[in-house]
């Protein structure tokens, strides 16, 4: 599949390292479906899919749209605050894997895992319109605090943990990058790429020890149009297929 079609956005790709092809939600959606059915990979047949996405409402159009691939009517959410998987563990797998169809031999669990990042119509990102907002918002608002705490740590202030618990493992996790993150020409693009970086250590590990058969596609989620599901995007930068301790890298195409 090519490259998502001209738009102006197109040049936000290129604040987040490394490689990573940028589409909108309909067309990722539709590169996932393809690349499954090369796989033999049928949602609802014999796979299930759970969704890491991070809390943001706008994240929603990108799970109604994963919802209509193959078979699925729905998938499982490990949604979490900037969609870092504080928490998880091999047993955060095992109420989805009671609900792969068996319609078809060798099940699979799909999981599509992406950060996110705003972006407003003059392409500054960390900003998106919201519903009823006169002004744009921080997008996403947790890794907007972070890095504002960060400042403020700087400044001499002493803080206390965040109360909230996955909000408390993401900053704990970024503390070591923070300096590096806030030091880039865009802060917010640089920890969403560490964020999704660190979580999909996590996932690694988690599908590894699982031993079950797993497709892993790690992106990062920037939208744009709080209204417009087609003027969103997905930076797509890994994919993985696991069947016990191997692993292998495929190509979404």
Not at 47 to 65: H, V
Not at 215 to 224: E, F, K, L, T
Request: aromatic fraction near 6%; hydrophobic fraction near 35%.
């Amino acid at each position: 599949m090519q490259k998502n079609r001209e738009n102006p956005a197109i040049k936000i790709k290129d604040a987040f390292s490394g490689e990573g092809a940028l589409y909108t939600y309909a067309d990722f959606v539709s590169l996932l479906q393809r690349t499954l059915d090369n796989e033999g990979i049928s949602l609802g047949e014999n796979a299930l899919g759970i969704k890491c996405l991070c809390r943001d409402d706008n994240q929603d159009r990108l799970g109604s749209l994963l919802a209509g691939v193959g078979k699925s009517s729905g998938w499982f959410d490990l949604n979490a605050f900037g969609a870092y998987p504080a928490g998880r563990s091999v047993e955060s797998l095992g109420p989805p894997s009671h609900h792969i169809p068996e319609v078809k031999e060798n099940q699979w669990t799909v999981v599509v895992h992406a950060t996110h990042v705003g972006c407003d119509s003059q392409e500054t990102l960390g900003l998106t319109d919201r519903y009823g907002m006169q002004k744009p918002g921080s997008s996403c608002g947790l890794l907007a605090g972070v890095l504002a705490r960060h400042k403020d740590r700087k400044a001499g202030k002493v803080l206390r943990d965040l109360s909230d618990f996955e909000m408390n493992e993401v900053e704990k996790a970024l503390l070591p990058y923070l300096e590096e993150i806030s030091s880039n020409p865009y802060p917010m693009a640089a920890a969403a790429d560490k964020l999704l970086e660190l979580g999909s250590r996590v996932f690694d590990s988690l599908l590894r020890e699982s031993g079950i058969k797993a497709v892993y596609i790690g992106g990062i989620n920037v939208d744009s149009d709080a209204e417009n599901p087609e003027n969103n995007f997905i930076v797509a930068k890994t994919a993985s297929i696991y069947e016990g301790e191997r692993k292998r890298e495929i190509i979404l195409d």
